[in-house]
């Protein structure tokens, strides 16, 4: 599932796989860039902006800055191979593009929304994202003020869109409520402490960079890295209530209804 944390660090390992390596070919497998050839450019960088990949190179020669975009939403991913690697990672139909370098070959499976604009043109594609959790601008007011400008939502979706904030996914979105003790259908209005919650989600987020094994709970073993995310019918951690499981909008959504006091149903 990717979230915030996992686009992070996907772009990491996309910049340590192809930083400054000039590309000695491309494939693109989606109709808007089918004849796109990036052999001969440079990548420079990779960022990410919520589940938002901004992978950015040097067009040849002519000093022209661009970004190729993705966005990972529920299914995609990226995976670096090293030269003569078999791509086993997903089945071959889900491929969408191809980089290929000397040292590595990048491969997207299952992207969204891939385009290729002019790196000052990034605003066009991410400007409507709320601060990012794992940015270097990260805005705590900033995500409050946005979240706030909704009373009425419900705090579980309002967690959700990434124009309030961007990087929480349904498992963090769960978590934060779960730890902070919320109803996720309580109104934006009635969270006692907008400014406590977006700060403990930014820092499940940080907590889980630079590995792929997201937990919440403190704990890496298999079975125990959530406190209700995928835990339905289960007891709760900390009071042994079953958790609950509901859809909420498009989602699902995990609670404890005695940790989470609120809303009856
Ligand atoms: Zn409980």
Redesign the pocket.
């Given at each position: 599932m990717p979230e915030g944390d996992t686009v992070w660090n996907t772009a990491r390992v996309l910049e340590r796989a192809l930083a400054g390596a000039r590309l000695t070919g491309s494939d693109f497998r989606v109709p808007q860039l089918a004849t796109t050839d990036l052999t001969g450019w440079v990548v420079r960088e990779c960022a990410s902006r919520g589940k938002h990949l901004l992978l950015r190179l040097d067009g040849p020669a002519d000093g022209s800055r661009w970004t190729l975009h993705s966005h990972l939403r529920m299914d995609g991913t990226w995976r670096a191979y090293a030269p003569g690697e078999r791509w086993t990672a997903r089945p071959a139909h889900l491929i969408r593009v191809v980089l290929r370098a000397p040292t590595a070959t990048a491969v997207g499976y299952h992207l969204h929304e891939v385009a290729l604009v002019p790196t000052d043109e990034e605003a066009r594609l991410v400007g409507h994202l709320g601060p990012d959790l794992l940015g270097e601008d990260w805005d705590p007011a900033e995500a409050i003020r946005r979240l706030s400008a909704h009373p009425d939502a419900a705090i579980g979706p309002a967690l959700l869109d990434q124009r309030n904030l961007a990087g929480v996914g349904n498992l963090y979105k769960c978590e934060v409520l779960f730890l902070r003790g919320i109803d996720p259908r309580t109104p934006v209005r009635d969270v006692p402490d907008l400014g406590c919650l977006v700060t403990l989600a930014q820092e499940l987020l940080a907590a889980n960079r630079g590995r792929w094994t997201q937990s919440t709970t403190g704990s890496l073993r298999r079975g125990q890295t959530s406190h209700v995310y995928g835990r339905r019918a289960q007891p709760?951690r900390?009071?042994g209530?079953a958790i609950r499981k509901e859809e909420q909008g498009e989602r699902v959504t995990y609670w404890?209804p005695?940790?989470q006091p609120g809303t009856t149903t």
């Open positions: 709760c900390r009071c209530t404890c005695t940790c």
